[in-house]
Nanobody
């Protein structure tokens, strides 16, 4: 089994920054992609960013491009999401997911963390 644990969420003022972490453990087997998604109550899970195993491939939602940066440290089995210039509309529960295919679709991700709340005040 695979476990994903997110951390780093919190309350921040608009314009501020947060760094989220996603630590993977367990039987991760071969190389995997990690994606960050976010969700608000009553809404579908929304793609934020994703990174391939080698970090050669990354993708971002248009709404966060230029403000968020995804990176990974495979030695630590950890993926990071640096979020700068945060806006109130970035408020959501942020989830990381693990997939064995590189994709921006949440349907492809097999394992999920429990989520971490990010709240941006205006």
């Amino acid at each position: 089994q695979v476990q994903l644990v997110e951390s780093g969420g919190g309350l921040v003022q608009a314009g501020g920054s947060l760094r989220l972490s996603c630590a993977a453990s367990g039987r991760t087997f071969s190389s995997y992609t990690i994606g960050w998604f976010r969700q608000n109550p009553g809404k579908e899970r929304e793609f934020v960013a994703t990174i391939s195993w080698s970090s050669d491939n990354t993708a971002y939602a248009n709404s966060v491009k230029g403000r968020f940066t995804i990176s990974r440290d495979n030695a630590k089995n950890t993926v990071y999401l640096q979020m700068n210039s945060l806006k109130p509309e970035d408020t959501a529960v942020y989830y990381c997911g693990l997939s064995y295919a590189y994709s921006t679709s949440h349907y492809v991700y097999t394992y999920w963390g429990q989520g971490t709340q990010v709240t941006v005040s205006s």
